[in-house]
């Protein structure tokens, strides 16, 4: 079964220092969503690729967190510095979106811990 | 007024009951609709999708979608302890380009 994978699973960092995140979504799928999930809340949109552009990254906190998906497939969500309200559940997911399907697929997440 | 709203419970049922979940949401050109379950420390798992009113069955999951009243729901029949988990609504805004999450209801299912 497709899956869309994620690493690593989890990541302890201290304040001030830089992280990434990679996804590689189900084959296929054109659209890639990253999220931050806060406990007790549901997932939010971080930034939405289609293909190799961004079409969404209105709620991105773009003076420290950047994200690229340079040949159109997989891809790679930046903090840099991270701050100790970063912690969170990082989620990617992808949809096949551009055939009509608005159904998005998760992957596993990343546990990121600043401290 | 939030975009997607969901009561954040706990829902608590005995096994073998009928867990019933809501969500109202604000966007009324909202085309799609979705409910995902997510277990403690896990990612959200999609388990019903609906797009038109009425009700979508499959197996035990039953979603009822009333565009009217701007209201979805889930049904669980035959609950086990093992549907304890968070339901999160999740609702596409008009066009369907941008899908927004509830904050999910904590479901827990009494053996």
């Known amino acids: 079964e497709a899956e869309v994978a994620q690493s690593p699973r989890y990541k302890i960092t201290e304040k001030s220092q830089a992280v990434a995140f990679w996804c590689d979504p189900i084959?296929?799928?054109?659209?890639l969503y990253w999220y931050r999930q806060i406990l007790g809340q549901g997932p939010e949109l971080l930034v939405q690729?289609?293909?190799?552009?961004?079409?969404?990254d209105s709620q991105l906190p773009k003076d420290r967190f950047s994200a690229e998906r340079l040949k159109g497939v997989d891809s790679t969500l930046k903090i840099q510095p991270a701050e100790l309200g970063d912690s969170a559940m990082y989620l990617c997911?992808?949809?096949?979106?551009?055939?009509?399907?608005?159904?998005?697929?998760f992957g596993p997440g990343t546990r990121l811990t600043v401290t | 007024q939030k975009e997607v709203e969901q009561n954040s419970g706990p829902l608590s049922v005995p096994e073998g009951a009928i867990a019933s979940l809501n969500c109202t949401y604000s966007?009324?050109?909202?085309?799609?609709f979705f409910w995902y379950r997510q277990y403690s420390g896990k990612s959200p798992e999609l388990i019903m999708s609906?797009?038109?009113?009425g009700d979508k069955e499959d197996g035990r999951f039953t979603a009822q979608l009333n565009k009217a009243s701007q209201y979805v729901s889930l049904l669980i029949r035959d609950s086990q302890p093992s549907d304890s988990a968070t339901y999160l609504c999740a609702v596409t805004n008009t066009g369907g380009f941008k899908t927004i999450f509830g904050a999910g209801t904590r479901l827990f299912v009494k053996a």
């Open positions: 690729f289609q293909d190799e552009s961004v079409v969404d």
């Open positions: 084959s296929g799928h054109a659209t």
């Open positions: 966007d009324r050109g909202s085309q799609s």
């Open positions: 997911a992808s949809s096949n979106r551009d055939r009509g399907s608005y159904e998005q697929y």
């Open positions: 609906i797009y038109s009113n």
